[in-house]
Structure formats: structure tokens, C-alpha cells
């Protein structure tokens, strides 16, 4: 049974730090890819970032470029998002996601976590 569950989540003020984590249970990271999603009230769900299979290649939305790293440990099956000078508008419900190939089109994604709130406030 494929499970995928996100914990990190939290508050922090304007250019903090946190570390998102995914377990996938279920099925191997060295097969499938993952991507993280987010998604704020009132807006479509958009891709943040993923990572490929068996080359690890990765890919980033123009908008956390530069501050946020997606890596994976396929030995822990755990794939992580550090996301760094956070700012207000990365304020969302962040899921993580696991599908075929790794890309930003939340609909070609098979298996979904419940998410896990974060919040950019001073």
C-alpha cells in the first residue's frame, strides 16, 4: 500500500528556514519520482519542486529557485524539501507527491500525502 506523509510544517518569520520531510512507504525511490506541491487558499495547486527516479536530476519553479533544495535518501525512503529566506507568499499547504516521471503537472501524479501547513508571518 503506497503511503506518503509530509511533517515539517510549521510557522517561522520572513526569511527563515525549515526542512519539509516525505516518508513514502509502499513502494522504492529508486523507482519513482517525487515531486512537492503547494497550494494557498484561493489557488490552484502549483509544483514547488521534484526530483527524477534513478538519476536524482532535479527541477525547481522560478519562484523558490535558488532557496529551496530537494534531495532523497532512498535508504530512510524519506525525500525532503529544504527551503530557505522563506517569505510571505510561500505561505501554502505543502503536499508531497509520487508519480512516473518527474514534473510539475500535479495531474500525471498517482499518490498524494495529506499535506502540511506553512506559514510565513511575522
Known amino acids: 500500500q503506497v503511503q506518503l506523509v509530509e511533517s515539517g510544517g510549521g510557522l517561522v518569520q520572513p526569511g527563515g528556514s525549515l526542512r519539509l520531510s516525505c516518508a513514502a512507504s509502499?513502494?522504492?525511490?529508486?523507482?519513482?519520482?517525487i515531486g512537492w506541491f503547494r497550494q494557498a487558499p484561493g489557488k490552484e495547486r502549483e509544483g514547488v519542486s521534484c526530483i527524477s527516479s534513478s538519476s536524482g536530476r532535479t527541477y525547481y519553479a522560478d519562484s523558490v529557485k535558488g532557496r529551496f533544495t530537494i534531495s532523497k535518501d532512498n535508504a530512510k525512503h524519506t525525500v525532503y524539501l529544504q527551503m530557505t529566506s522563506l517569505k510571505p507568499e510561500d505561505t501554502a499547504v505543502y503536499y508531497c507527491?509520487?508519480?512516473?516521471?518527474?514534473?510539475?503537472?500535479?495531474?500525471?501524479?498517482?499518490?498524494w500525502g495529506q499535506g502540511t501547513q506553512v506559514t510565513v508571518s511575522s
Open positions: 507527491a509520487t508519480g512516473r516521471v518527474a514534473t510539475m503537472i500535479p495531474d500525471l501524479y498517482d499518490y
Open positions: 509502499g513502494f522504492t525511490l529508486d523507482y519513482y519520482a
